[in-house]
């Protein structure tokens, strides 16, 4: 299937784009009236999430109501540890939550690794059903967690400020960490290889908590499985987004991927310098800007835009847009990375 809309694959392999592609991180979600309304008619976001239809439904529904250039499948990154042996559930109003976690290598002997097609089949199912009512006219993003934040849940059980269990395990018991994270790589590969079979254009890895771990555990147990990841997937490009991961940016640079996330503390003058000009950067606009009066959204967009021109470059904010955000602030966002010259 031939893309109508190609700019955001364009921009991720460094061709030659008309104007800067733009999409939102989390743009499929409460953001959306439209989206609360389907989410309402099932018994909570996990039923959402495993009925197929109605996934790709609200996968669809920021591309018709806000015009992004790109639409990403609608899960979590949470459905690998469930794919694994390790099920969740979604408390309202307070996030992801395991009844069992991992704490011992007998935990770590009742999982399995995941096969991508059946265990996680609702997501694959979903991404062809989606596919085909897109019918070609933006790319479709799949993606993953990067190992280590999914560890950091499966270890920790919840969310969490400090997530000390998760990094208590890397001090004491950094063996069976590498175990867990070598399962879990596997897991996603193939999961993220059935994605790709499925039809996803371009596929992302989230590692939301790369900043709570200081460099030499980061450049231990996150990065190589990352780059494990980045070398296994050839067919589609491939972005990596490390939260909070400043300290990691050169190495981030030599990655075996098209495109590094920003997120909005990252200077983009010095993220470029540290990671190269071989590489798409993604981001970065400050999720908050969103909260302030068109003029001023119309006027740090811009402001952004100034210093990535010239430069590879995807347009997002530079962490998932805030459930509270007045999507009539998103539309301005985008068509203010739209009207830039
Ligand atoms: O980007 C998109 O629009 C696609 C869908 C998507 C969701 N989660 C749906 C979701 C994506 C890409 C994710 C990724 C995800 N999930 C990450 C990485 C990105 C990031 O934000 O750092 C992480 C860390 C998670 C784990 C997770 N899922 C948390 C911590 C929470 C609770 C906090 C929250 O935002 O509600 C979720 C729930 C979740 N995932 C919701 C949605 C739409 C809200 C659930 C609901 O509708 O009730």
Not at 43 to 65: H, N, R, Y
Request: charged residues 20%; contains cysteine; aromatic residues 8%.
């Amino acid at each position: 299937m031939q893309l109508k809309n190609d700019l955001l694959i364009r921009a991720a392999l460094g061709q030659k784009v008309e104007r800067t592609p733009v999409w939102l991180m989390r743009q499929a979600g409460r953001i959306l009236p439209e989206y609360r309304e389907v989410r309402n008619s099932v018994s909570g976001f996990i039923e959402l999430a495993k009925t197929p239809d109605l996934a790709a439904e609200v996968t669809i529904q920021p591309v018709d109501l806000l015009k992004v250039d790109a639409a990403i499948i609608f899960s979590d990154i949470l459905v690998i540890p469930e794919a694994m042996g390790l099920p969740y559930e979604m408390v309202e109003k307070r996030g992801p939550w395991f009844p069992e976690t991992i704490a011992s290598a007998s935990d770590i002997k009742k999982l399995r690794i995941a096969d991508g097609s059946n265990d996680l089949g609702y997501v694959i199912e979903a991404i062809k059903i989606t596919k085909k009512a897109l019918n070609g006219r933006v790319p479709l993003i799949g993606f993953a967690g990067a190992p280590w934040t999914i560890f950091a849940y499966m270890v920790e059980g919840s969310g969490s400020k400090t997530f000390s269990k998760a990094r208590a395990m890397l001090y004491n018991e950094p063996e069976l960490s590498h175990q867990l994270l070598d399962m879990i790589t596997e897991s996603t590969i193939h999961y993220l290889k059935a994605q790709i079979k499925a039809g996803v254009n371009l596929v992302q890895v989230f590692d939301s908590w790369a900043g709570i771990l200081p460099p030499d555990h980061y450049a231990d147990f996150s990065l190589p499985y990352v780059a494990k990841i980045c070398d296994a997937i050839h067919e589609v490009p491939k972005t990596v987004f490390a939260k909070g991961a400043f300290f990691a940016r050169k190495a981030l640079g030599q990655l075996n991927c098209e495109t590094i996330g920003l997120d909005w503390n990252m200077d983009i003058q010095e993220s470029r310098a540290l990671i190269g000009q071989d590489k798409t950067l993604q981001g970065n606009l400050d999720p908050a800007v969103l909260y302030g009066s068109p003029k001023s959204i119309e006027q740090a967009t811009h402001r952004m835009l100034d210093q990535f021109k010239g430069t590879r470059h995807i347009a997002n904010l530079g962490h998932g847009v805030y459930p509270d955000t007045n999507p009539e602030n998103v539309k301005v966002f985008i068509e203010a990375v739209k009207n830039y010259t």
